[in-house]
């Protein structure tokens, strides 16, 4: 999210206010000079793109416990009610758990409910991309019944689901990830998101040669920290 805001130079219009995120507030982490620097931020910020109809929530914090829930409920309440055509969730599941079939291809997986599905289904299909499967719902029982499983994924599940049983318009877009460094795997999952919504134009018939198109937010330099003090030596 923070590379669609940052290249498309989408405008903050609100905040999304809700009890169900940990509290947080920071500097502007899109800021490109010093006079925009100290503009601030919180847990969850909606940035807009009207020329695009774009709409974008960027979530910064992690959920209370037990709140993961009614926050999922708030969101797609806000959905049905601003009349959004289309909701796309960009997330990631644990590499770790993949299975034989799934260590064997690619690491991007897609998710249609099935009121999106009979709009994009066609197009989806000409992409030639690997929906996510089914496993068995408890992987240590051998007999246990098939279902969708998004380990590591937050509340990706819980949206698909309701967004299934309420007939919203949804697509989940998905890489499997490891800890650590991902910022290849935001690239990545960005690429494959523009694969199909064409966000920003590639510069070649190669779809890879967009990736350095993508800006890299400034906030990023200090992903991990600064540097050390050299006060230490």
Not at 123 to 144: A, G, H, T, V, Y
Request: proline content about 6%; charged content about 20%.
């Amino acid at each position: 999210m923070d590379l669609i805001i940052s290249t498309l130079n989408m405008s903050k219009i609100g905040y999304f206010y809700t009890d169900c995120l940990v509290p947080m507030v920071g500097n502007n982490p899109y800021a490109t000079a010093e006079g925009n620097s100290t503009e601030l931020s919180i847990n969850a910020e909606v940035y807009s793109l009207p020329s695009r109809k774009l709409v974008a929530l960027q979530l910064r914090s992690i959920f209370i416990k037990y709140k993961s829930k009614p926050f999922c409920e708030k969101l797609l309440s806000w959905v049905k009610s601003s009349g959004c055509a289309r909701v796309i969730v960009l997330s990631s599941s644990h590499s770790y758990q993949r299975n034989d079939l799934q260590l064997r291809s690619t690491p991007f997986r897609y998710l249609l409910t099935p009121s999106m599905q009979r709009s994009v289904q066609n197009k989806i299909k000409s992409l030639n991309w690997q929906e996510m499967e089914k496993s068995r719902c408890i992987p240590e029982i051998d007999d246990s019944e098939f279902c969708i499983r998004i380990p590591g994924g937050g509340i990706t599940k819980t949206l698909y689901d309701e967004s299934c049983s309420k007939e919203i318009q949804m697509a989940v877009l998905l890489k499997f990830v490891s800890e650590g460094d991902n910022i290849p795997d935001a690239l990545g999952l960005v690429e494959y998101l523009n694969e199909w919504l064409q966000i920003i134009k590639p510069l070649s018939d190669d779809p890879t040669a967009s990736t350095s198109r993508w800006k890299i937010p400034s906030s990023w330099r200090l992903l991990f920290g600064s540097g050390l003090p050299p006060a230490l030596f």
